[in-house]
């Protein structure tokens, strides 16, 4: 099962939030300059808004940009940010993150379901030769009446 995650169709460009509000104020002209920016290297993107969000400055595309349209819209935002450019992290693309959802596995005790236990179950079994575990896996009983457990994992 895969969460909601940020359209691919963004930009992310991490940042202070004081230097993210200043540039906000001038959304409008930023969107202009960003497209023509992008028009300049014959791109068939074309930036729709920008919003902050938390610390980032995040560019809405009408496509999933492409490596030299994301360089060329960093390129613009730390140009138009000259004094702080310097602060300014470089442009990334949303990621996403997938979980994968065991049920109805016995739950005895938290001794006999731990983590390293269980890891150790899935490294053994043929399905999960190619999943690489990004954290320890989590554990959760159903209920306090059942037995049974459901262990969610982070790939």
Known sequence: MTTKSPSQKQVIIPMSYD???EFIKDSSSHIVNINHALKAIKSSTIANFIRVENKDIIITTNIVLLGSDLQEIE????????????????????????????????????KTNSCNEIGGILKNNHLFNNIVLASKPHII???????????????
């Open 19 to 21: 230097i993210a509000k």
């Open 75 to 110: 390129k613009y935002v730390k140009n138009s940010l000259s004094s702080d450019a310097d602060k300014v992290l470089p442009a990334r693309l949303p990621q996403y993150k997938s979980y994968l959802k065991i049920v109805d596995i016995p739950f005895i005790s938290k």
């Open 141 to 155: 009983k159903m209920s306090p009446k059942f037995n049974m457990s459901i262990i969610w994992i982070d790939i």
